[in-house]
C-alpha cells in the first residue's frame, strides 16, 4: 500500500487545516497519527471502511474529524481549532485489522505532512 499525504502548512492558532491521503488502496483501517520532534509517534484519528465508525484520541475528540472516500482511494483529516500543541509531522496510516482504534495495528505509512500551529 502507498500512502501520499498532502495539506499540511503553517496556521495561526484558532485555524483549520484539511489533510488528504491518497492510497493506492485503502484497507479496512485507515488512519492518522502524528509525532512532535522528540516524541513518539501517536494516534489521533482511525476510521473503519463503512466510514460510519471512527475512533479519536481524547485530545483531538471535538475537534478533528477524519473522513473516507472509497471510490476516490482518497482519507481526509479536517483539523479545526488548531493549537501550538497540534504540531507536528501528520502520517497517513492503513490496517487490515480490526479494531481501527488499536493504534498498534498499523503497518502502512505515508512520508507525512508538516503542520506546524503558532
Known amino acids: 500500500v502507498q500512502l501520499v499525504e498532502s495539506g499540511g502548512g503553517s496556521v495561526q492558532a484558532g485555524g483549520s487545516l484539511r489533510l488528504s491521503c491518497v492510497a493506492s488502496?485503502?484497507?479496512?483501517?485507515m488512519g492518522w497519527f502524528r509525532q512532535a520532534p522528540g516524541k513518539e509517534r501517536e494516534g489521533d484519528a482511525g476510521?473503519?471502511?463503512?466510514?460510519?465508525?471512527?475512533y479519536y484520541a481524547n485530545s483531538v475528540k471535538g475537534r478533528f474529524t477524519i473522513s473516507r472516500d472509497n471510490a476516490k482511494n482518497t482519507v481526509y483529516l479536517q483539523m479545526n481549532s488548531l493549537k501550538p500543541e497540534d504540531t507536528a509531522m501528520y502520517y497517513c496510516?492503513?490496517?487490515?485489522?480490526?479494531?481501527?482504534?488499536?493504534?498498534?495495528?498499523?503497518?502502512?505509512w505515508g512520508q507525512g505532512t508538516q503542520v506546524t500551529v503558532s
Open positions: 496510516a492503513a490496517n487490515s485489522l480490526v479494531p481501527c482504534g488499536d493504534w498498534r495495528g498499523y503497518n502502512y
Open positions: 488502496g485503502l484497507r479496512a483501517c
Open positions: 476510521i473503519y471502511r463503512s466510514g460510519d465508525i471512527t
